[in-house]
C-alpha cells in the first residue's frame, strides 16, 4: 500500500466511516483517471475516489490531482440544483485530493446499456434536460464563475488533448480546431462538466444521474451538449444503429427546450462546430475511443468530422444527418 492510501484510510477513519480494522476497498473499475473504491461502512456502501496524478492511457498524460477538489464542487453544486442529479458528497479531504460519495445500489453506467442495445430517447431526453437545468442555473452567476477557476485544467484535459493534439495531426484542418479552443474561451457562460459520457452517467429509476466531473469548469455550456452527443454519434457508426442517433436527436432537443440564457440557435451553432471536432479528436486525437478500431468506422466518422469541420451545422442539423455508414 503506498503513503498516499495509508493517509487516506487515516483519513477515512477520521471521518468515522471506518473503525480500527483495514478496510476493505474494493476496486470499482479500471478508470484511467482515478483510483475509486467500493467500501462497506456501517452506514452503507460508499465511493472513495482519489485522482491519480498521471492518467492511466497510452500516451503519457499528466493531470493535476486538483481536479478532485473541481468534482466535489460540480457534485455540491448541482446537489444543490436538484439532487437527484448526482450522488451525495459524504466527505472530502481536500488535502489528499479525495471523497466519499453515496454509493447507488443497483444502477448500470448508460453505456452498458446502450452497447446492450436498451437505446431509450425517454432517458436520453432526461440526459440532456439535466445537463440543461445545471447550465440554466448557473448561467452568467459571478459566484459559480469564481468557484470554478479551472480553464488551465480543462485546457489541459479537454482542449488540448482533443482539438489541439488533432491539430497537429492535420494541417487543412488546423484553423478550424485551433478556433475551437478561442470559440470556447470566448464563451465563458456557465458552470461546465466537462466529461458528461455515457460511462459516466448512471441510469437510476427517477433518471440520470450525473458522475466524474473532474474537468467541471466555467466555460461554454454548449461543449457538454456536444461532447455527449460525440458519444452518441461515435456509438450510432460503432454498432450501426439507428436507434443511437435517434437518442442524441431525443437528447438534444431536450436540451434545447432548457436553454434560456442566450438564443438557442447561438447556443446550437457553437456545439454543432465543437461536436465536428470532438469526432474527428476520438479517431485522430490522444485519446481515442477504444472501439474504434474498424477502418471502415473510422473512415465514416473522419470524413463526416472533416466535412463539418470546413462547413460547420447546428448540433441539432448535424445529428439530423450523422451517416451510420457511408
Ligand atoms: N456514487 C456511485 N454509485 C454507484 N456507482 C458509482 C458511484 N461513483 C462511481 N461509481 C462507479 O464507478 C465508476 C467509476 O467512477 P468515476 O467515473 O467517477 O471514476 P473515473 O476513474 O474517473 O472513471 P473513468 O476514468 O473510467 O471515467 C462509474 O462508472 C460507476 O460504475
Ligand atoms: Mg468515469
Redesign the pocket.
Known sequence: MDDGAAQLIEALRGAALIGAEPPDLVP?????????W?LETPSGPV?V?RPLPQLRVVALWEAPVERGTAEVRWLRRAQGIDPALV?EVLADFPELHAFV?????G?P?WKDELIAGRVDPAFAAMVGSGIARVHAATAFNRSDQASFPNQAMFSALRLDPFFLHAARQDAELAPALHGLVHLFSDHGIALVHG?V?P??I?VAAQGP?F??A?CATWGDPAFDLAFCTTHLLLKAVWLDSEALRDAAAAMVSAYAAGIDWEPPADFMARAGAYCAGLLLARIEGKSPAPYMTDDLHKTTVRAQARALLLRPQPLDALVAQWQRTL
Do not use: H
Open positions: 470499482l473499475t479500471g478508470g484511467v483517471s482515478c483510483d475509486v467500493k465511493v475516489k450522488p460519495l453515496r454509493f447507488i445500489p444502477c453506467v466529461d459520457s460511462k459516466n448512471l444521474v458522475l466524474d473532474e
